[in-house]
């Protein structure tokens, strides 16, 4: 079974501009769950998606936001790009999406440089 | 709210040896999951090995274990023979209301 898969891999934008990241889950899994991962703040959890529906968000700024289409796919905006948006985005599926027992798969990750 | 520590930025390692990464948590929740995954320079997370909390018996996957301790709120990573490839940050993870609450990570250096 095909992994998790992120689009592109590496980006690079400037300040101002805004960005689409896209992630293709495991097949057969309904959630998909984004987070950042920047050396001074660690991993911080974005948002997460099932059956289309944003089911839980992170503490993070309205330029952030996601959707999930009905094949479970998923894709997140950040608008306005701002110097401390570079990280790594990692997009993560599982299974059933239930709330304590899931267990999370990682993609490869998109690393965004914004300059 | 729940918090996961990782109280050692860096360990280091003879190859061959038993290294043990140490974790704990805050929650008031009774049913939960908690997980360790490593990511190596290449970036890619992987899930190493995960334990539920109502199940007493430690979590064991080829030469990962976990010593869980519910009541202390610990969850450390034991790697035995450890190898070269084991090199990477390892992360501790606890699942909660759809996310993942992450550690700040221990680097794991190998020595030849």
């Known amino acids: 079974k095909a992994g998790v898969t992120q689009t592109p891999r590496y980006l690079i934008k400037t300040r101002g501009q805004q960005v689409t990241l896209s992630c293709s889950p495991i097949s057969g899994h309904r959630s998909v769950s984004w987070y950042q991962q920047t050396p001074g703040q660690g991993l911080q959890f974005l948002f997460e998606?099932?059956?289309?529906?944003?089911?839980n968000k992170g503490n993070f700024p309205g330029r952030f936001s996601g959707r999930q289409f009905s094949n479970s796919r998923s894709e997140m905006n950040v608008s306005t790009l701002e110097l401390g948006d570079s990280a790594l985005y990692l997009c993560?599926?599982?299974?059933?999406?239930?709330?304590?027992?899931?267990?999370?798969?990682f993609g490869p990750g998109t690393r965004l440089t914004v300059l | 709210a729940q918090t996961v520590t990782q109280s050692q930025p860096e360990m280091s390692v003879q190859e061959a040896e038993t290294v043990t990464l140490s974790c704990t948590y805050d929650?008031?929740?009774?049913?939960?999951?908690l997980f360790w995954y490593k990511q190596p320079p290449s970036r890619q997370m992987i899930l190493v090995i995960r334990q539920e909390a109502y199940k007493q018996q430690n979590a064991t996957e080829n030469r990962f274990s976990v010593n869980f301790q519910k009541a202390a709120k610990s969850f450390s990573l034991k790697i035995s023979d450890s190898q070269l490839g084991d090199a990477a940050m390892y992360f501790c993870a606890y699942r909660s209301n759809y996310q993942l609450i992450w550690g700040a990570g221990t680097k794991l250096i190998i020595k030849p």
């Open positions: 929650t008031s929740e009774s049913d939960y999951y």
């Open positions: 993560a599926s599982s299974p059933n999406g239930q709330g304590w027992a899931d267990t999370q798969y």
């Open positions: 998606y099932f059956s289309e529906t944003q089911r």
